[in-house]
């Protein structure tokens, strides 16, 4: 079945520094990969998506994440993080190749530091 | 972007009552919506999908007698938890796939808390 693991409940970074949240999925086949953000008393927003091509995707807010197959795994990456960053980030696989329901990790809390 | 509203985005209710959460796709047309729930500190967890004008799919160990979604039209659906109880409090989120959409064009409703006391 498929599943998402993200390893860090939790990290701080100072505000400036650079970010990397990881993910590790479990799916058989060639999978559809989403990072979602989601601010309190706001729903989730899309940053970015994987589907094929590129392996390195771009998203918006200066966000990007890199597809490794042979790591099973799809890091969201940003160079340089502004106090606004801080939220929860989920990292999603599709449920299957035909629809878009889609299965979560159990999120990963951004805190940004001054 | 497209917009999918929630309604009501918190709710208290006494335990035994029944309450119902719209979904409610603002600017686009919907022919697939899909509920979740998300438990403190938790991921999000698919409890169904919602196609409009056909019964939901309900994902394992999710009561459909429990949680009835309803998907009258293509920019509605309804979740209602019947004879609810604290154990149902949660926060629970939508989503809607605009119709001809590929896959991952989801949009997400800024959810529904209920407290069950």
């Known amino acids: 079945a498929q599943s998402v693991t993200q390893p860090d409940i939790h990290i701080t970074v100072s505000e400036g520094a650079s970010l990397e949240l990881r993910c590790n999925y479990s799916?058989?086949?060639?999978?559809?990969l989403f990072w979602y953000v989601q601010s309190p008393g706001q729903g989730l927003q899309l940053l970015l998506k994987y589907f094929s091509g590129d392996t390195l995707v771009q998203g918006i807010k200066g966000f990007e994440a890199e597809f490794k197959r042979s790591q099973s795994s799809f890091n969201l990456r940003k160079p340089s993080v502004h106090w606004s960053d801080a939220a929860e980030y989920f990292c999603a696989v599709a449920k299957n190749q035909a629809g878009t329901a889609l299965i979560f990790g159990k999120g990963t809390t951004l805190s940004v530091s001054s | 972007g497209a917009v999918v509203s929630q309604h009501p985005s918190w709710v208290i209710c006494k335990s035994g009552t029944s309450v119902k959460i719209e979904c409610r796709s603002l600017?686009?047309?919907?022919?697939?919506m899909f509920w979740y729930r998300q438990f403190p500190k938790q991921s999000l967890m698919l409890m169904a999908t919602?196609?409009?004008?056909?019964?939901?799919?309900?994902e394992q160990g999710v009561e459909k007698d429990k949680f009835l979604i309803n998907h009258a039209s293509l920019t509605l659906s309804t979740l209602t938890v019947t004879s609810a109880h604290p154990e149902d409090s949660s926060f629970y989120i939508c989503?809607?796939?605009?119709?001809?959409?590929?896959?991952?064009?989801?949009?997400f409703g800024e959810g529904s808390r209920l407290t069950v006391l």
């Open positions: 989503s809607a796939r605009a119709s001809g959409s590929g896959t991952g064009e989801l949009f």
């Open positions: 799916y058989g086949a060639t999978p559809y």
């Open positions: 919602s196609n409009e004008g056909s019964k939901a799919t309900y």
């Open positions: 600017d686009f047309q919907a022919t697939t």
